[in-house]
């Protein structure tokens, strides 16, 4: 899927990295520790990090029911509820949802919908199935529909499998069984049409797929401004930026999303209801981060009645407003460390698919800084407010270059009345527990991070807040050759590919170092180089693994010492741990699980050392 899928800048050290571990590399010059984990002591914690859940402590008021009326909502605290009373007729993000939230398949659903008249598993037993023409679309997704009207079909297009194997069920397999035949498209399936139409799947399903991959709900931050970039005047007033259709398709928004989270700030300063009262349909959980939980005593989102609310609060925090907001009916979630990753890691454990955030700038430039913001929707308002104080919608996210600007992909724009609606996908970036290194590697890596320092700067993609660390980022390097001559390669990767045929006595093999030199993209030059590493072992130069740390080392060098504004990068993270978040890359990256290498964060870091003197 383009917006989980990972290019690795390197994946052909995966066997070498398990090869590499706990050996000093020969032939270099730099100290590479061994990573073999120090003996595990009962006072230490691990050496490398583990997301940790929240020890939530939550306060859970009984819900309020009135007499002949329905509980609303589809979280309800008590889980056995959440399917149960959930309205007959609301709609869900993403289809229907099982215990906890978690949404099922199309069959399990209506197998287990209840019994009632006129209910689902009714209207799903009279369902009519339309009468199959050549070249006709049969739509659905509950896998008994398709054998039942199997008989006249031919050919089945699938859009797109489920996204977890095991949620996948034996569909496809039992109708190729039956002799229809099967395509999916993008596997069976292949051209720009198709491409397109793989896209559009994607998208349509984006909840489904990053609540797989990255097992955080599908957050969306929604914000209205002027078009001088404001959310509110400079005394915070703020009713309202955007015209009334763009309020009615926020509310659809709303409507989408199982959540909607806003700061303390908001509450304090707009008394929001963040209701989707306009629009029929699902009612989402109000979320109010507040590390101090002073909040107002009086709020319409302490108005239950509404819509379910949870405040998220530090631990201890004003404990006696606690005991208040839960009288009212409000859940009142205690965090250790009240953060925007632990409190959606809360919500993906509470089965919520998809999020919204409707907060002021504080709150989002943590959010998208914590990289839980997948989408954003940015609505213009054709005003100017000015003001030098008039807040505006991401706060600081310790950028100081515009070509650190994160880009948004996929992108639409919408004419909404007068206003103008854009929205697009932020690239996002695999969720990992990355390694840091162990306590007896740490001084001798980088002296200035103290041992389990905890703060970790990732980088993977090019387009990352720090994604120039990338060897993929677009930085010329001017490199002497064997014979002394410089010369220009487009980038790191480029040099990095070609250097494993560099002197090899045989003209195939400098055929080869041009073929990547000249190559359009680091993304092709990584392509070329692995696969005639594999083609021709024998045209890879023999001291390749004991000197392609201090060949890379060497074009890191000479980039950082060639662009101010990258040394000036390096030095900022001073005091953290560098990690190249590639999934698949064992040896220069940290890998999913922490359990990479993540030999380039080392060299970064190494080389950090040197430009600070402090090696
Ligand atoms: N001012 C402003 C917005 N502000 C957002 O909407 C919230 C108010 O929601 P509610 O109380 O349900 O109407 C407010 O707290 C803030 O999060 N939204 C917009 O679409 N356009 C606007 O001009």
């Keep these: 899927a383009p917006h989980t899928r990972a290019t690795s800048p390197e994946s052909e050290h995966a066997p070498a990295a398990a090869a590499a571990g706990g050996r000093a590399c020969p032939g270099s010059t730099l100290p590479y520790p061994r990573r073999a984990q120090p003996a595990p002591h009962p006072s230490r914690p691990p050496s490398r990090i583990r997301r940790r859940l929240p020890r939530a402590r939550r306060r859970v008021p009984p819900p309020r029911r009135r007499r002949g009326r329905p509980l609303r909502g589809a979280h309800l605290p008590a889980p056995q509820l959440w399917v149960r009373h959930r309205p007959a007729r609301a709609r869900r993000p993403g289809g229907p949802r099982g215990r906890g939230g978690v949404p099922l398949r199309a069959g399990h659903a209506l197998r287990r919908a209840p019994r009632r008249r006129g209910g689902r598993r009714a209207r799903a037993r009279r369902h009519r199935l339309p009468q199959p023409r050549a070249g006709r679309l049969l739509r659905g997704q509950h896998r008994r529909l398709l054998p039942r009207a199997g008989a006249r079909i031919t050919r089945v297009v699938v859009g797109l499998r489920h996204p977890l194997k ?301 994604g120039a660390f990338s060897n993929f980022s677009p930085h010329p390097i001017d490199m002497p050759d064997e014979k002394g001559d410089c010369l220009t390669w487009p980038t790191v990767e480029h040099y990095y590919q070609a250097h494993k045929f560099v002197g090899v006595d045989n003209p195939q093999a400098n055929d080869i170092v041009q073929e990547i030199k000249q190559a359009r993209s680091p993304e092709e030059a990584a392509r070329i180089g692995r696969t005639r590493q594999r083609e021709f072992p024998e045209l890879i130069r023999p001291d390749w693994e004991s000197m392609k740390i201090d060949v890379m080392y060497r074009a890191l060098k000479c980039k950082f010492s060639t662009y101010a504004h990258l040394t000036e990068m390096l030095l900022s993270t001073a005091g953290s741990v560098l990690v190249e978040s590639s999934p698949h890359d064992l040896f220069w990256g940290g890998g999913r699980e922490g359990e990479g290498l993540n030999y380039l964060g080392r060299l970064l870091m190494q080389l950090r050392s040197e430009i600070l003197g402090t090696v």
């Design 166 to 466: 095991h949620l996948r069920g034996k569909a496809i397999q039992s109708l190729r069984s039956e002799g229809i035949q099967v395509d999916v498209v993008g596997e069976d399936l292949q051209s720009k049409l198709f491409k397109e139409a793989l896209t559009s799947c994607l998208i349509v399903n984006a909840p489904l797929l990053y609540r797989a991959a990255f097992r955080v709900p599908f957050s969306v931050l929604k914000y209205a401004m002027t078009a001088d970039g404001k959310i509110a005047a400079s005394s915070g007033h703020a009713s309202w930026v955007s015209g009334r259709a763009s309020r009615g398709r926020v509310f659809e928004l709303r409507g989408r999303s199982d959540a909607v989270i806003v700061g303390g700030n908001t509450v304090r300063r707009d008394d929001p209801r963040l209701t989707a009262r306009h629009v029929k349909g699902h009612v989402p959980v109000r979320i109010v981060m507040s590390q101090t939980c002073n909040l107002p005593e009086e709020a319409n989102l302490w108005n239950v009645h509404e819509a379910y609310t949870i405040v998220a609060t530090q631990r201890g925090a004003r404990r006696d407003f606690q005991k208040k907001l839960a009288m009212k009916g409000v859940e009142v979630v205690e965090f250790d460390m009240l953060n925007p990753r632990d409190v959606m890691s809360y919500c993906y454990d509470r089965g919520y698919l998809s999020v919204l955030w409707e907060c002021g700038g504080t709150l989002s430039a943590a959010a998208i800084s914590a990289r839980v913001i997948h989408k954003v929707y940015a609505f213009c308002a054709p005003k100017i407010i000015g003001g030098v104080t008039a807040p505006t919608p991401v706060g600081d996210l310790g950028m100081n270059q515009m070509t650190q600007a994160i880009d948004l992909i996929d992108v639409s724009y919408e004419q909404i009345d007068r206003d103008m609606l854009m929205s697009g996908f932020i690239q996002p970036i695999p969720d990992l527990s990355p390694v840091i290194p162990s306590a007896d590697e740490i001084p001798s890596v980088d002296p200035e991070v103290s041992p389990y320092e905890t703060n970790i700067i990732s980088f993977y993609k090019t387009w990352d807040t720090f």
